[in-house]
């Protein structure tokens, strides 16, 4: 579960934040004015993410009727999707 800090706090320590996300893992969502307005979190928590969601859509994605033929043109789509100004 991340750890919230102000804006402040995080200006105020952010070298520390960084170490303690590189070597501990952890993660930061940082508040403004008591509402989110940023999250610091390990590369490799992103890393996962893709890959868990890739996982998950190559088991969804044949199920509808697209017309795309294999994984491979399913990427392209949403890659075109995700970067519409290449």
């Known amino acids: 579960m991340p750890r919230t800090i102000s804006a402040t706090a995080a200006r105020n ?4 934040l960084l170490s303690q996300v590189l070597y501990h893992q952890e993660e930061f969502v940082i508040e403004r004015k008591g509402k989110p307005i940023a ?3 390990p590369k490799t928590t ?3 993410g893709k890959k868990n969601l890739s996982k998950k859509l190559a088991a969804v994605l044949p199920k509808l009727s697209l017309g795309l033929k294999n994984w491979n043109q399913t990427k392209n789509v949403l890659k075109d ?3 519409p100004n290449p």
């Open 39 to 41: 999250v610091l979190i």
């Open 81 to 83: 999707l995700h970067n």
């Open 13 to 16: 320590n952010f070298s520390e």
């Open 46 to 48: 992103i890393a996962k």
